[in-house]
Every structure is written in C-alpha cells, then in structure tokens.
C-alpha cells in the first residue's frame, strides 16, 4: 500500500493529497528555482494546495493521479541505489545514462500495470524525480549506493549516510510487486540480490548486460522484417 492508501484505511473523512518531485530540501530550502507536482483526489484540493505553497521561486503544478506519483518518488530511489554503484565502481555518463533511462522504462511498467499514468512517470515525478536523485550530490540513496559499489556492506553504507536510504525498503516493496503483478524487473531484482543476497555488484552489472536480447520498445512496428 502506498502512504495514501494507508491513511485512508485508517481516516477514512481524509482528503489526502501528495506533493513530489525533484526537490531535495538544500536547495528548495536555498531557494533556488524548483518545480514539483500536487497530487489529489479533487482538483478544487489540488489547487487550494498548488495556491498555498507556490511562489516566484516553487513551481507547483497538479495532478489526478496520486498513485503513479507515490509509486514514482519510491521506486526511483531503488534506482539511485544502482547508480550510486555504479558511480563506486567508477562506472562513468555512459553507465548511469543506461541505468536512469532503463529504470524509468521498469518503474512506468509496474507503476501502469497497478493503475498509475504513463504522464507520471514522464514528468516531475518519474524521470524528473529520478534525475536529480540518480545524479545529486545530495541524495542519500546514491551516497549509500556509492559507499557499497566501494565495497562497503549494506549497513556499513547506511551507518556512514546517517540518515534514512529508502530506496532500501523500497527494494523489498517493488521485488515484492513485480511479482504480484507479473511485471520483470531486471535492475531492481539485481539491487535487491546486492543489498539482501550478498551478490557482487560487478557480477549483478554483468549479469544485467549480457541478458537475452530483446528490441528496446516491444510495442513498435518492423516495417519490414
């Protein structure tokens, strides 16, 4: 269940809304230019939110569909994870290019199949999200991930960050969705077999490149075969 979910079960009279995207709080906090999304179940909620918090320097739009954007600001942490190894191992642009634009393809493909938009995980909170928290030196699932692609253990990582690294908990979560839902999740199992199932992580990239080959988008058309 995502955060919503659960404090509707428990207050049911709430009128739960979401506010995400790409907004690590150093620099929100710093006011530099930033631009998130409201999410709710009404747009009369939505926009009483997007009046209350926007200003010249965050950008607030709105948005239907809380459930796409909850699932987007989770599973992109799993992600950053990835690509704080990688950046430990002293993988390099190419490296976390593939990483972000294939984890996105694996989010948006779970995220769908439970009910989320496609829109979501293509604007602020998906790619957008995943962006800054794949790349920023403020990001602690990266910094976590970056101390173990250096050999550190799952908890020497998380002790050093010393703050909360979700993108932990959220690998137990999305391994545990993508089978409900019968979606594969090629990067997210490998990070969970890395945190949870003491595999290499050079051994879990290897394992990931020389899968089966497959076209990019199975939905488009050969013009000639």
Same mark, same amino acid.
């Given at each position: 269940?995502?955060?919503?979910?659960?404090?509707?079960?428990?207050?049911?009279?709430?009128?739960?809304?979401? +506010?995400?995207?790409?907004?690590?709080?150093?620099?929100?906090?710093?006011? /530099?230019?930033?631009?998130?999304?409201?999410?709710?179940?009404?747009? #009369?909620?939505?926009?009483?939110?997007?009046?209350?918090? &926007?200003?010249?320097? %965050?950008?607030?739009?709105?948005?239907? *569909?809380? +459930?796409?954007?909850?699932?987007?600001?989770? +599973?992109?942490?799993?992600?950053?994870? @990835?690509?704080?190894?990688? *950046?430990?191992?002293?993988?390099?642009?190419?490296? $976390?290019?593939?990483?972000?634009?294939?984890?996105?393809?694996?989010? @948006? #493909?779970?995220?769908?199949? &439970?009910?989320?938009?496609?829109?979501? %995980?293509?604007?602020?909170?998906?790619?957008? *999200?995943?962006?800054?928290?794949? @790349?920023?030196?403020?990001?602690?699932?990266?910094?976590?991930? !970056? +101390? &173990?692609?250096?050999?550190?253990?799952?908890?020497?990582?998380?002790?050093?960050?010393?703050?909360?690294?979700?993108?932990? !908990?959220?690998?137990?979560?999305?391994?545990?969705?993508?089978? /409900?839902?019968?979606?594969?999740?090629?990067?997210?199992?490998?990070?969970?077999?890395? /945190? %949870?199932?003491? $595999?290499?992580?050079?051994?879990?990239?290897?394992?990931?490149?020389?899968?089966?080959?497959?076209?990019?988008?199975?939905?488009?058309?050969? #013009?000639?075969?």
């Amino acid at each position: 269940m995502t955060l919503s979910q659960q404090i509707e079960e428990e207050i049911p009279q709430a009128d739960v809304a979401v +506010l995400s995207g790409p907004s690590h709080a150093e620099e929100v906090g710093r006011g /530099l230019p930033t631009a998130v999304v409201i999410g709710a179940k009404t747009e #009369k909620t939505a926009e009483y939110l997007q009046e209350a918090f &926007m200003n010249q320097v %965050f950008r607030v739009y709105t948005s239907p *569909d809380r +459930l796409g954007m909850e699932l987007g600001g989770s +599973l992109k942490n799993v992600i950053a994870l @990835a690509a704080g190894i990688a *950046d430990g191992m002293g993988y390099g642009d190419n490296t $976390k290019a593939a990483l972000i634009t294939r984890g996105i393809a694996e989010i @948006a #493909k779970l995220g769908v199949k &439970m009910g989320g938009a496609i829109e979501s %995980f293509t604007g602020l909170t998906g790619i957008g *999200d995943l962006i800054v928290t794949c @790349a920023s030196v403020h990001s602690r699932n990266r910094k976590a991930g !970056y +101390l &173990m692609g250096q050999g550190k253990s799952m908890q020497e990582a998380m002790d050093e960050v010393q703050m909360v690294v979700e993108g932990v !908990y959220s690998t137990k979560a999305a391994v545990k969705l993508g089978k /409900l839902h019968n979606v594969p999740l090629p990067i997210v199992s490998k990070v969970n077999e890395v /945190l %949870f199932e003491g $595999k290499d992580p050079k051994e879990a990239v290897n394992e990931l490149m020389l899968r089966d080959s497959k076209a990019e988008h199975q939905a488009l058309p050969w #013009k000639e075969k």
